[in-house]
């Protein structure tokens, strides 16, 4: 079995497209009356950070028990249903394969996750300086990982949580 390379590229301006274009897919299977907003989220969604090409994908939806109910669906996309894979109260979904191209995180609307990932992704945007520094800190992980996933993720575990920190103090107060 192969395993997948953690690679961080340039910012392409590209991902925005990817992105809208997978809304309109997952809004065409998921259901509606469930479905609250369906946000980019993650470096793919900073303009001109540099990420891991996958495009990470934020879905509100009112009751994860009605989502659980469009798995077929979501597979017939092409995602691999992976449940709540280590996060309690989050539905992931894979497509890509080994070498994913897209990420979907589902949460309940409104939840401490949602004003997480969305308050980080805003901040980051708002804030160029930062977003180098964390562009810098990505790349570098990506060179001393060796494709080690953990690896990689470890280096950046401080900086992510400092920065959250910091961006849900300046989102919401």
Request: hydrophobic share 35%.
């Given at each position: ?108 609307v409104g939840s401490p996750a949602v ?30 990982c060796n494709n080690d996933i953990g ?15 910091n961006a849900l103090r300046w989102k919401?107060?």
């Open positions: 079995m192969s395993s997948r390379v953690i690679e961080v590229v340039d910012h392409r301006t590209s991902w925005a497209d990817e992105f809208s274009d997978e809304k309109v897919l997952l809004g065409s299977v998921l259901n509606s009356a469930n479905v609250v907003e369906i946000h980019h989220i993650g470096s793919t969604s900073v303009k001109g950070l540099c990420a891991k090409p996958i495009i990470d994908i934020l879905v509100e939806v009112k009751s994860l028990e009605e989502l659980d109910k469009n798995n077929n669906l979501m597979e017939s996309l092409g995602y691999e249903v992976k449940g709540e894979f280590g996060i309690a109260g989050r539905r992931y979904f894979q497509k890509g394969g080994i070498q994913r191209s897209h990420q979907v995180h589902a949460f309940l004003n997480r990932h969305i308050a980080f992704r805003d901040y980051l945007i708002q804030f160029p300086e930062i977003a180098s520094h964390y562009g810098n800190l990505k790349r570098e992980g990506a060179s001393i690896v990689y993720c470890n280096h950046k575990d401080r900086f992510i949580k400092e920065h959250e920190v919401f107060t």
